[in-house]
Structures are given as structure tokens and as C-alpha cells.
T-cell receptor
Framework: GENVEQHPSTLSVQEGDSAVIKCTYS??????FPWYKQELGKRPQLIID?????GEKKDQRIAVTLNKTAKHFSLHITETQPEDSAVYFC??????????FGAGTTVTVRA | DTGVSQNPRHKITKRGQNVTFRCDPI?????LYWYRQTLGQGPEFLTY????????KSRLLSDRFSAERPKGSFSTLEIQRTEQGDSAMYLC?????????????FGSGTRLTVV
């Protein structure tokens, strides 16, 4: 299958707090897991990605973890800022080229 | 070449009309993808080209939809006899052959409204 489940669908956090979004995937052959940020009316933009040979990756305030055994991966945003407010999508590759996306998480950072 | 370019940005059409969208990928990217995104959902895969060859079509792509990439550069997506359910954002993306699924670059999309 090509299912990617994403939770939660909405997330409201106080500025400065952390936000965590979790995804699970169905195809054990998936080997690439990107995260996209989409602001209203704009294109999805790649913010971080992880490949299956790595368990964790960090880029400034953003980190992603991958558990291949459990087939789940997570996005962590620390010290959230108002500009982090957006919709975030996780995705997983199928057949080495096709991305299957989660349904998205709307993150709101309260000032 | 600053990225994936899509035209038009917005299209409003009457039900039953045909529409055509264009995508210009990053020049060195030989893989090109079309996705559709409806409100509140993640992008859904429609079709994929490697150079000029269309290698996969989703079951979401009914007979009214056709995509081409005649010279392996730009691509067009045509929808015939549009229906209200076709209203969505149509996104194009491209990637390198050496890293096919990695780091897709999306275009800004064409937002279709069928009235």
C-alpha cells in the first residue's frame, strides 16, 4: 500500500514551545521521507528530509526522527515562532520516485 | 532557471470546457511529476514522466485527463469536459534522474476553479 497517516490534523502551541508531528507509512520499501511546509496559497516547500539509513537529522530548530522498524517518523520544531505557522506535510517514497503525502497538520503558533 | 514554472497561476472555467496547463521543470531535471491538491488535503500523485516517456498514471487520472511531455522538457496537462470535482490546485514537480524521489521541487501550481 501507499498510505501515509499524519497526526495531529491541527496543532496550536505557544510561541517558544515545541511542536511535534507524527507520521506512519505502510510500505516497508520506502526509503526517503521529506517534510514540506505550505503557507496559504503557496507551493509546498521542502524543509527537511531523512533517508532510511539515518535515524535522526537536525537543521537548526527543526529535527526529524525515523523508526524503520515501527514505520514511523516525526517532525520536531523547537522554540516555535509565529512564522512557523503553516500547514506541514509528511511524505514517503513509493517505487523509488512517487511521493505519498499525509493529510497535513495545520500548526498555529500563538504569540 | 530559478525553479519549476507553471502557467497559468489561476484558471476559472465553465463546466464542460477544456483546459490546458503548462509546466516548465528545472532544466537539468529529467523527471517530471503532476500532483493534484484539494483543499485541506496533501498532494495526490497523478502521473510521472522520465524524459518524454510517461511511466505511470494514477487511477485518479480519468480518461478526461491527458498529460504530455513531447520533447522531454516542458509538460502539459489537459482536462477535457471539466467537472466541478476537478476544481483543485494542480502542482508540477521535477527531480534529477540520479536522485529520482529525493528533494522534489514543486512549482507554484495552477489553481483551477470549475463553475
Amino acid at each position: 500500500g501507499e498510505n501515509v497517516e499524519q497526526h495531529p490534523s491541527t496543532l496550536s502551541v505557544q510561541e517558544g514551545d515545541s511542536a511535534v508531528i507524527k507520521c506512519t507509512y505502510s510500505d516497508s520499501a520506502s526509503n526517503y521521507f521529506p517534510w514540506y511546509k505550505q503557507e496559504l496559497g503557496k507551493r509546498p516547500q521542502l524543509i527537511i528530509d531523512i533517508r532510511s539509513n539515518v535515524g535522526e537529522k537536525k537543521d537548526q530548530r527543526i529535527a526529524v526522527t525515523l523508526n524503520k522498524t515501527a514505520k514511523h517518523f516525526s517532525l520536531h520544531i523547537t522554540e516555535t515562532q509565529p512564522e512557523d505557522s503553516a500547514v506541514y506535510f509528511c511524505a514517503a517514497t513509493f517505487n523509488d520516485y512517487k511521493l505519498s503525502f499525509g493529510a497535513g497538520t495545520t500548526v498555529t503558533v500563538r504569540a | 532557471d530559478t525553479g519549476v514554472s507553471q502557467n497559468p497561476r489561476h484558471k476559472i472555467t465553465k463546466r464542460g470546457q477544456n483546459v490546458t496547463f503548462r509546466c516548465d521543470p528545472i532544466s537539468e531535471h529529467n523527471r517530471l511529476y503532476w500532483y493534484r491538491q484539494t483543499l485541506g488535503q496533501g498532494p495526490e500523485f497523478l502521473t510521472y514522466f522520465q524524459n518524454e516517456a510517461q511511466l505511470e498514471k494514477s487511477r485518479l487520472l480519468s480518461d478526461r485527463f491527458s498529460a504530455e511531455r513531447p520533447k522531454g522538457s516542458f509538460s502539459t496537462l489537459e482536462i477535457q469536459r471539466t467537472e466541478q470535482g476537478d476544481s483543485a490546485m494542480y502542482l508540477c514537480a521535477s527531480s534529477l534522474d540520479s536522485e529520482p524521489g529525493y528533494g522534489y521541487t514543486f512549482g507554484s501550481g495552477t489553481r483551477l476553479t470549475v463553475v
